[in-house]
């Protein structure tokens, strides 16, 4: 009768356990699972509310919106097509949705999923309580709307007879859902509902990317990049004018979170099958290494693996003979050519008929060949490109550039001077006359120094290479060259300090904008840009660091912030 009692007294206890957990109320969806599938875009926020609030009160909103940068910006062609589809949709539903009603609907957890660049067509799903919604202006004018019906829930609906924009909304289990379609609503209403119909959460690109991806920031940005790639409007409107680059990924995840003094963004891409590159565990390893020699004088720096031609070809532009870049939009017909042109005239009395024409590349082909064979000659694994802008002359502003080059093996001095000699003498001088080196010093360390009419000057330590036209930056990256790297190691490494090199920025883009005052519109450098660089003057310092690993490109963006 003992051990009965005993064992009751045992399974009391978790009987309740199984009851409770039975009984209990099933965890809230995932936000993705009720987005219909076929997005281009999912972006979801773990507090949408509380960053709205946090934008709305803070220096950086009030200082753009008084900025030239963003009164230039508001004349501009995409900020009128999207204010003429912000008048539409406001039309369709009744009132004007500023940005205090758009945090009268802002809840908690919050997600957007957008299906057409064009129209602008999404689905925005928030976590609202109720107390919250029904003092909303939206929920105020739900009358005013059609009422359909989809998953057993009533859902509201308008839509402008002159623009045929369309609002649809609807609120269930503390959930507000808000389109621009009225089937998005019907059918996130059905998953709600229990319907097994396809998701976003279940679409591969969002499925595979969040695995592949840590924990959900702040922020977060799940990419459909094959989908979006495919789209006219995407290419058209998209900044960076890179969709090449694009295409090689087919999907990719972006995550932000905050610290009290940065702002990090955690990115993973997938990549195409057929775009995987070729992985070198030591030139990884070499990349990190060479950022310990960025010293604190540098404005710019970037660290990747060494190709050659690439490498050469960087030297030659950086430090021997710095060129104009000359692009021609490719959207622009070549000018035609009359048939009956003369092949020359009187005002062609400088061309030369007795010597050969100068090369179209100016003979800076033949100095990158004599820069990649040393380069190659050297076993290059990596290569680091320091940068540092300082006043020059009151009103001017110099560049100074060092670069510094891993090798597989330890540096030939003689064989570094005889190409230098080569590259440089060729575009500086007659015959290399002129071309000679001197012994010469940088800071404390000795260097080799060109006499010629350039400024060059190198120096080997071991399996490193440094070359610069910058006394002080070579100086100051040749104290480093015993300083060791962390434990990461990157395939690809840059950054930009901001702070330092503000005030020379907008030196440099006074003299561009020289003789545009009077103007009705912001000087474009000194004015648009430059207020874009003092509102967000708070942002001390970008480092954008990348790694390949298998099939994905991870890169990890810190945005370090001032006090």
């Known amino acids: 009768m003992k051990k009965v009692l005993l064992f009751a007294t045992l399974l009391a206890p978790a009987a309740g356990y199984f009851y409770l957990q039975q009984t209990a109320a099933p965890p809230p969806p995932k936000l993705a699972a009720l987005m219909p599938g076929g997005a281009l875009l999912y972006l979801e926020a773990q507090d949408f509310g509380r960053l709205l609030r946090e934008w709305d009160a803070s220096n950086v909103k009030s200082d753009w919106l008084a900025s030239e940068n ?16 912000y008048d539409q949709y406001s039309e369709a539903a009744g009132f004007v949705p500023g940005l205090g009603g758009v945090r009268e609907i802002a809840g908690t957890e919050s997600a957007l999923a957008l299906y057409g660049i064009r129209d602008v067509e999404f689905l925005y799903v928030s976590r609202v309580g109720d107390a919250e919604l029904v003092k909303s202006q939206l929920w105020t004018l739900r009358n005013k709307f059609e009422q ?39 059918q996130a209403l059905e998953l709600l509902a229990g319907a097994g119909n396809s998701n976003v959460a279940s679409d591969r690109w969002y499925r595979d990317s969040s695995a592949a991806a840590a924990n959900p920031g702040e922020l977060r940005l799940v990419m459909n990049l094959e989908a979006l790639v495919r789209s006219d409007y995407f290419r058209s409107y998209w900044v960076q004018r890179n969709a090449p680059a694009v295409r090689q990924y087919w999907a990719g995840v972006a995550d932000v979170t905050r610290s009290a003094g940065a702002i990090t963004e955690s990115r ?3 990549r195409q099958p057929a775009a995987q590159p070729a992985r070198d565990a030591a030139g990884d390893r070499t990349t990190s290494d060479l950022l310990a020699l960025v010293p604190p004088e540098a404005g710019l720096y970037k660290a ?32 035609a050519v009359s048939s009956d042109q003369h092949a020359g005239s009187e005002g062609d009395l400088e061309t030369r008929i007795d010597e050969p024409p100068l090369p179209e590349d100016a003979g800076m082909g033949d100095s990158e060949a004599t820069v990649r064979g040393m380069l190659e000659k050297g076993g290059a694994r990596s290569v680091l490109l320091l940068q540092a802008s300082s006043p020059s002359a009151g009103t001017f502003v110099s560049l100074g550039s060092v670069m510094v080059v891993a090798g597989s093996s ?25 071309a000679g080196w001197t012994s010469s010093t940088s800071g404390r360390h ?19 290479l440094f070359l610069g036209n910058d006394a002080n930056l070579l100086a100051a990256a040749l104290d480093r060259a015993s300083s060791t790297a962390g434990g990461e190691t990157f395939s690809y490494a840059a950054g930009v300090r901001h702070v330092r090199e503000r005030p020379n920025f907008e ?38 660091t990348e790694e390949e690993r298998e099939a994905q490109t991870l890169q990890t963006v810190v945005y370090r912030l001032g006090q």
């Open 70 to 85: 963003y009164e230039v910006f508001s004349r501009s062609n995409l900020f009128t097509k999207l204010s003429e589809v």
């Open 268 to 270: 993973v891409f997938l």
């Open 410 to 434: 330890d540096w030939d001095r003689d064989a570094v001077r005889d190409a230098l000699t080569a590259a440089a003498g060729k575009l500086w001088t007659v015959s290399k006359l002129g």
């Open 304 to 335: 990747s693996a060494a190709d050659s031609a690439a490498a050469a070809t960087l030297i030659v532009q950086k430090l021997i003979s710095p060129q104009i870049d000359r692009t021609r939009d490719w959207r622009f017909a070549p000018m």
């Open 446 to 464: 000795p260097v080799e120094r060109m006499d010629g009419l350039g400024t060059l000057a190198f120096a080997e330590r071991g399996h490193l």
């Open 507 to 544: 030196r440099v883009m006074r003299a561009l904008d020289f003789g545009s005052a009077g103007r009705a519109a912001p000087a474009f450098f000194s004015g648009n840009l430059a207020s874009l660089s003092r509102v967000l003057s708070a942002i001390e310092e970008v480092r954008l």
């Open 148 to 186: 359909r019906q989809a998953g057993g829930v009533v859902f509201y609906l308008r839509t402008d007879p002159s623009s045929k924009r369309t609002v649809a909304f609807a609120s269930a289990k503390g959930l507000l859902l808000v389109a621009t379609r009225d089937d998005l609503v019907a």
